[in-house]
């Protein structure tokens, strides 16, 4: 199994309060995601990385926020959480080399509940 | 903009039964597509990927799927449906050019085995 490493695995929090997720890998990849998991949503890119400093926006970035300072480690941030955030949160990450037909690598997901 | 529609959110078939799960896609260039599955309470991992070597892709537990362009299909089919087979299945295909890559997934299918 690839090694991602999700933190925390749950939180309960309330509106309004910022939160930070993190993912860590240990396979030097060069590409990683920040999901969300809803139901009858699939998994909708939150924000992504295609380098250290480098993030580009996904389809659902509205009150998110994601840093990546090296490699191993990408945060993503909630400012100031909001009850519709409640999800289940997913990293993956992807080879190091660019191509298409690379898969991604998931870690085992953040259960987030915004009170 | 590239998408991946998959048909029938639930999909129930009785074990030793065939398992057809559909996915279609749009593209305007050569798709690379993806299956995914995920067993409750875990990350996404990948079933098999069609990088146009083949339209015949076979992947892990014995599914398979077969890449029809001229009906911009990717199905994924099993012959006989094991009962560890439950899980919700996604289709994805990457999106994006050389030095950035994203992925869009289907909103999923949950797959129930009757005993």
């Known amino acids: 199994d690839a090694g991602i490493t999700q933190s925390p695995r749950h939180k309960v929090t309330e509106t309004g309060t910022p939160v930070t997720l993190r993912c860590h890998q240990t396979?030097?990849?060069?590409?990683m995601y920040w999901y969300r998991q809803d139901p009858g949503h699939g998994l909708r890119l939150i924000h992504y990385s295609y380098g250290v400093k480098d993030t580009d926006k996904g389809e659902v970035s509205d009150g998110y926020s994601v840093s990546r300072s090296k490699t191993e480690d990408f945060l993503l941030t909630l400012e100031s959480a909001t009850s519709s955030q409640t999800s289940v949160y997913f990293c993956a990450i992807s080879e190091s080399t660019p191509g298409r037909y690379n898969e991604q690598f998931f870690g085992p997901g953040t259960r987030l509940t915004v009170l | 903009a590239q998408s991946v529609t998959q048909l029938g959110s639930h999909v129930s078939v009785s074990e030793g039964a065939l398992v057809l799960l559909r996915c279609n896609y749009s593209?305007?260039?050569?798709?690379?597509l993806f299956w995914y599955v995920q067993y409750p309470n875990q990350g996404l991992q990948l079933l098999l990927k069609y990088t146009s070597a083949a339209t015949l892709v076979k992947g892990i537990n014995g599914f398979e799927a077969e890449f029809k362009k001229s009906e911009t299909s990717y199905h994924l089919t099993k012959p006989s449906a094991h009962m560890s087979d439950a899980a919700e299945y996604f289709c994805?295909?990457?999106?994006?050019?050389?030095?950035?890559?994203?992925?869009?997934f289907g909103t999923g299918t949950r797959l129930k085995v009757l005993a």
């Open positions: 593209s305007s260039v050569p798709p690379y």
């Open positions: 994805a295909v990457s999106v994006g050019n050389s030095g950035t890559y994203k992925y869009i």
């Open positions: 396979e030097n990849h060069r590409y």
